[in-house]
């Protein structure tokens, strides 16, 4: 049990080491390329320290999602290099079966992922709301977060737009629409600002402040100005908040559930949450398919080949991995395929492919 815990601790370190490499490679140059890309914003406020900022700010996003690329790639050269030097051929001669050699690499696919859930479901979404803040903040002149064209938020009767955030987190330029029972419009209020009071009974207490409520009728129109006026529903601050300005790919399982729970009680579109959702929760999966299909790859056609031909064929393979991804994602929305089979097609094949190739090596 011994030699063989110390097998599994060499072969993990191969794997590893090599995919830290890849993976501090991979991450500087796409740092470049979005530092230019940042840079290409054509605004005066925002120069070289903003851009570098913001960039700064995304790499632990970035670093979890190249982290299965990393890992697929980082197997090749680091089990290839152990092939190369016939170690991979003495363990198989001394009785190391591909199960076993799957096992070992098993481990690595979980240090891993501890490693990256860690970063891409606490530090990621936190620095990536981070990283957009700043962003919008400067764009906007330092006067709160502005979304572009304003966020619509509906609750049942109630449609609500809402123009900016604050530095507090408090809504700014507040209209809500409500409509009657046959669906015309009742009552409209408009406030400068609305502040979260806390949560009751289910629902959130928001407080309006400076603004004018419209009562509407058949027949007359009373308009009532005010200076302050609670509005109880059963949204938070955690739903309107700065994580708006993320992508729904970009968020944890966490913001994602709540605005997946949110969609689906107002019977509204949950795909591209859905589709991230899924992303997430596959990802072990993912990440062990593609180190399998590596290992595959090794111990059949790559295995007495250079480590230029062997990082070429990664990239290939990689790319069309996330190319399959990329097809898939939309024919959930394009062709209503369940969310969960769209996400987990590509990685099915991944998997097919790589148990068939060890099989013909076994």
């Known amino acids: ?33 979005a530092l230019i890309e940042e840079l290409g914003e054509g605004h005066s406020a925002y120069g070289l ?110 449609y609500m737009h809402v123009e900016a955030l604050d530095d507090n987190g408090d809504l700014l330029g507040v209209r809500q629409y409500w409509l009657n029972d046959r669906g015309r419009l009742s009552l409209t209020r408009e406030a400068a600002r609305a502040e979260y009071l806390g949560a009751a009974d289910g629902g959130g207490d928001w407080i309006l402040r400076d603004g004018l409520e419209t009562h509407l009728s058949d027949d007359r129109l009373i308009a ?6 609670v509005w109880r529903g059963q949204i938070d601050a955690g739903l309107i908040s700065e994580r708006l300005l993320v992508d729904a790919r970009k968020l944890s399982l966490l913001d994602l559930r709540r605005q997946i729970a949110y969609l689906q009680r107002e019977g509204l579109d949950a795909t591209s949450q859905l589709v991230a959702f899924w992303s997430k929760c596959l990802q072990p999966a993912s990440l062990f398919g593609l180190v399998l299909l590596a290992l595959a790859c090794v111990l059949g056609p790559l295995r007495d080949v250079g480590i230029g031909v062997r990082i070429s064929a990664g990239i290939i393979v990689g790319l069309s991995f996330k190319y399959l991804q990329d097809l898939f994602a939309p024919m959930a929305v394009v062709y209503e395929l369940a969310p969960s089979l769209a996400v987990a097609a590509p990685i099915a094949l991944c998997w097919a492919l790589a148990i068939l190739g060890l099989r013909r090596v076994a």
């Open 49 to 158: 320290s903003d851009a570098a900022w913001y960039v700064f700010l995304t790499l632990p996003r970035r670093a979890w999602e190249m982290l299965p690329y990393a890992l697929f790639l980082g197997s090749l050269i680091g089990l290839g290099k152990l092939a190369s030097q016939s170690e991979l051929v003495a363990l198989r001669a001394a009785g190391l079966s591909v199960g076993r050699l799957t096992g070992a690499a098993a481990w690595a696919v979980v240090l891993a992922w501890a490693l990256g859930a860690t970063t891409g479901e606490w530090i990621a979404p936190a620095t990536e709301a981070l990283a957009e803040t700043h962003k919008a903040r400067i764009l906007r002149g330092g006067a709160g977060i502005e979304f572009k064209g304003g966020y619509w938020y509906r609750e049942g009767s109630l």
């Open 1 to 33: 049990m011994t030699a063989l815990s110390r097998i599994d601790r060499y072969l993990c370190r191969a794997v590893l080491s090599a995919a830290g490499a890849v993976l501090l490679a991979l991450i500087a140059l796409i740092a470049v390329f």
């Open 224 to 229: 009532q100005p005010f200076s302050e006026l």
